[in-house]
């Protein structure tokens, strides 16, 4: 299938058709934000699993409920997806929700709530690492080619949602103030529960460290990819092939090493240093 078949053009940004559609796009943007809600941003591939795992646990003092009953693509859609509509009037306030939205088209009602945002950066070279994968994964995306061809699409932002870094751009460059919060999956990564902590003291929570600890046992990578609400195993073959890749992959920092060439690497850090060389944040990590 050709490009066109598989994905919608949506204000410069390449959407696949199997899960969205011009009428989810439409309906996010009548969405109507309450204060109360959590929204996860994310570029694709930087932790939005691993995210509605965590955002229900916080938002329900570590209630296991709902990851153990409800999918993931449930407990905490996707705005511009296809199931938000489908599943809405079913969330309870306060509702997690993610998108992959760049912060230019997230609905006129969002910026008018309260309604709080965790913004997750990954390394972008772990990013593209992961979606590389996800792509010989997916049969609704197109086949990824070669890795050297992947990262070319990747660096000029000929992917999914676009370029990482105007993704991470919009996002540093808001007027949301104390309404958002960033953190790395490298942080995550590291020290999960201070994670959580920081997430939780965020969102007003006041959790216990048991419940903070009991958070991130059930949240932990291992755990995750045992639970067939939170590994989508429960997707059909025809969509998404595990055979290939497993949804859920490492969930480690620094799988690029075992990827890139040293040229790969160099092309890779010089373009995204070009594309955030005006900015005034400097990335968490290094890129070298």
């Not at 696949?16 to 109360?36: C, G, I, N, R």
């Not at 291992?222 to 590994?231: A, E, F």
Request: a negative charge.
């Amino acid at each position: 299938m050709s490009d066109e078949e598989m994905y919608l053009h949506y204000h410069g940004l390449l959407l696949p058709k199997e899960t969205h559609s011009l009428e989810s796009l439409k309906f996010v943007q009548e969405f109507t934000f309450e204060d109360e809600d959590v929204v996860t941003v994310t570029y694709p591939k930087s932790g939005t699993a691993w995210m509605q795992e965590i955002l229900p646990l916080l938002l329900n003092d570590g209630d296991l409920t709902p990851i153990q009953t409800i999918p993931n693509w449930d407990r905490a859609p996707w705005l511009e997806e296809k199931r938000l509509a489908v599943v809405v009037d079913q969330l309870k306030s306060p509702r997690a929700l993610v998108t992959h939205f760049p912060y230019r088209l997230m609905p006129h009602s969002f910026h008018a709530s309260k309604a709080k945002v965790i913004y997750v950066m990954r390394n972008p070279m772990d990013v593209m690492v992961s979606s590389y994968y996800f792509h010989q994964m997916a049969a609704f995306l197109q086949d990824p080619g070669t890795f050297e061809e992947f990262m070319d699409k990747f660096l000029e932002g000929r992917v999914l949602f676009g370029k990482w870094t105007d993704h991470v751009k919009g996002w540093r460059h808001t007027d949301l103030g104390d309404r958002i919060m960033y953190i790395t999956y490298e942080e995550m990564v590291q020290d999960l529960p201070a994670a959580l902590r920081r997430m939780s003291d965020f969102l007003g929570r006041k959790l216990s460290d048991e419940v903070i600890q009991k958070i991130a046992e059930h949240c932990s990578f291992k755990t995750m990819k045992t639970n067939n609400m939170s590994n989508f195993s429960l997707v059909p073959k025809i969509y998404m092939d595990s055979d290939k890749s497993p949804f859920l992959r490492k969930g480690v920092a620094g799988d690029w090493k075992n990827h890139f060439s040293s040229e790969q690497q160099a092309k890779f850090t010089s373009v995204i240093r070009k594309d955030l060389e005006k900015e005034s944040f400097s990335l968490p990590w290094s890129l070298d």
